[in-house]
């Protein structure tokens, strides 16, 4: 019988390695010391499956080569070095290991936490590198009874929620995409006004890093927190402010700071590094010898259920060559993704459940739709953690219902689609949108309101009370503003309401937002990326 082949581009745990050798099926080759150039011309040539870490670039370069490939497993959560684009044409299944180090990750943020608080890194040096013995130059401060606030409360905010109890902290989260019994159920308290983070004593994020994310806390935020208040980052570089940091830190306003990632890496020479009321770590968020054991054990499970073609575990992307579907059903499965995406944007609260409906040839797709949708509106929240393979199962575990209606007749249309979101807090919204030319992906209804949009670009979306005066005014403030409008749609329904859907070439601001929703017209005002 033939064995199938496995080659482990990178280094991991021996553990891993352990288990592809005892695989009595597979042809294991490790590779980790192989130089790049002979491991994608002459090794992965005719391997089935490969196991890779970063320093391994899953790039057009090897995927010319790998020409036998069927799955990649990246040893870790990032996969930032994978084409995954490619790999989809090709028909590889690209997976990754997101869980193995939660636990490293959680203790990491507490080992922080802790530093911060008694200034351990500064007092240790003093002592051991100066041979400084002066007590009273390290009065720190207790984390009991101070009130931590989580931004983001996944499999790793939700355990710091959990140990910071245990030090007996007053404990508040803020995810708007969870359901709020997720923390009360642990006597943690949720909220949905971010302002109650802001007024914490510590700050600690564990979100994906998303353009939402990217950030999220800057120096308009930090002007509102406490003097003296401690931030937390042990999850993605760039949701704090590097900049706001730097110059907050040094003036006091930040008391300490503990940093585990970088906008850049390596960091060795960041403006952070220079002062004396961070701690640093680079990047040791999975750096745990349990961890590193896990992920290797899992990378290579997962890697011989994929050889084997038993199961592909946190799949990424679609497990299917664009070659058996018909060429007319790949763009509506991106468009609903879109429109997924773009209700979960505007609706930006947890979801009670998804609808999907499909009228005409397109019906016989939709259970594939359906995963397509579900992964548009749960990427919002979860980013990289969401995939094709584990979209319904996800969904399921946080209470969300996933609905699928077919009919046959359309009006106007030879197909259409509509998402419809309804949230936890009652509120629904409902997309529709379908394909001209077989190619040209439209936007034709929002709400009610009748448009013709193209689904993609920085989006702004504008409901007022249907009166005069109110385009001229909006497209006044988005020009005070220094933003250029690409694009302009209006929309109008039956209840003398109107929909702007305004397409802008820069960011969009939150001092244009909260300008636009002082207008005596405005209903509301949204936004989307698309």
């Known amino acids: ?42 090794i992965i040539v005719d391997a089935d499956v490969i196991i890779t870490r970063s320093s391994t670039d899953v790039d057009e370069f090897l995927l010319e080569h790998a020409k036998n490939l069927k799955a990649i497993v990246r040893a870790g959560v990032g996969v930032d070095n994978v084409d995954i684009d490619g790999c989809s044409k ?67 905010g939700s355990r710091v929620g959990v140990r910071a109890k245990a030090f007996e902290m007053d404990v508040i989260t803020y995810d708007p995409y969870i359901d709020p019994s997720k923390a009360t159920n642990l ?16 700050i600690t994020i564990h979100t994906p890093k998303t353009e939402e994310t990217i950030d999220m806390i800057s120096f308009d935020e930090i002007a509102k927190m406490k003097d003296g208040v401690i931030l937390i980052n042990c999850a993605r570089g760039g949701l704090y402010n590097e900049e706001a940091l730097v110059q907050n830190l040094k003036s006091g306003k930040i008391y300490m700071a503990g940093i585990d990632v970088f906008n850049k890496e390596p960091a060795t020479d960041h403006p952070l590094l220079d002062l004396n009321n961070v701690t640093v770590t680079p990047h040791l968020g999975a750096n745990t010898k349990e961890s590193q054991r896990n992920i290797a054990i899992q990378s290579a499970e997962n890697a011989i259920a994929a ?25 509506y499965l991106e468009l609903v993704q879109k429109l997924g995406n773009m209700a979960a944007q505007v609706t930006k609260s947890g979801v009670k459940s998804i609808k999907i409906i499909t009228q005409g040839d397109i019906k016989d797709y939709i259970d594939s739709l359906a995963t397509f949708a579900t992964v548009g509106v749960l990427k919002e929240s979860l980013a990289d ?19 699928k209606d077919s009919r046959s007749a359309v009006s106007g249309f030879k197909n ?6 309804t949230t936890n807090n009652g509120n629904t919204i409902k997309i529709s949108g379908t394909v001209l030319d077989e190619t040209i992906q439209r936007i034709i209804e929002i709400d009610e309101h009748t448009l013709d949009l193209e689904p993609k670009g920085k989006l ?17 403030i988005i020009a005070k503003h220094n933003i250029n409008i690409s694009d302009f749609r209006l929309g ?38 698309l």
């Open 416 to 421: 259409l689609l509509t998402v419809k979101l």
């Open 307 to 331: 050889a084997r073609g038993v199961s592909y575990p946190n799949a990424l992307n679609l497990p299917i060559k664009e070659s058996e579907l018909p060429e007319f059903v790949k763009p």
């Open 90 to 156: 090709n028909g590889i299944v690209v997976m990754n290991v997101p869980t193995a180090n939660t636990i490293a990750a959680v203790e990491l943020t507490m080992t922080h936490m802790l530093s911060c608080a008694r200034q351990f890194p500064y007092a240790h040096n003093n002592l051991k590198q100066d041979r400084v013995w002066r007590r009273q130059d390290w009065y720190g401060t207790e984390l009991k009874d101070k009130k931590l606030g989580i931004i983001g409360f996944g499999n790793i």
């Open 1 to 42: 019988m033939s064995k199938y082949k496995i080659v482990v581009c990178d280094h991991i745990h021996e553990s891993g390695l352990k288990i592809l050798e005892e695989s009595s099926d597979i042809e294991y080759i490790n590779a980790a010391d192989v130089p790049k150039d002979k491991l994608v011309k002459e």
């Open 187 to 202: 006597d943690i308290k949720y909220t949905t006004d971010f302002n109650d983070i802001l007024a914490c004593d510590i």
């Open 460 to 476: 702004i979306l504008f409901k007022n009370n249907d009166e005069p005066g109110v385009i001229g005014s909006v497209g006044s």
């Open 385 to 403: 953690q969401i995939n094709y393979v584990n979209a319904e199962y996800v969904a399921k575990d946080r209470g969300i219902d996933i609905k």
């Open 492 to 529: 109008r329904n039956n209840s003398k309401e109107a929909l702007a859907v305004i397409k802008v070439d820069e960011d969009i601001t939150k001092e244009l937002l909260d300008e636009l929703s002082k207008l005596p017209a405005c209903i509301s005002v949204r936004t989307a990326i």
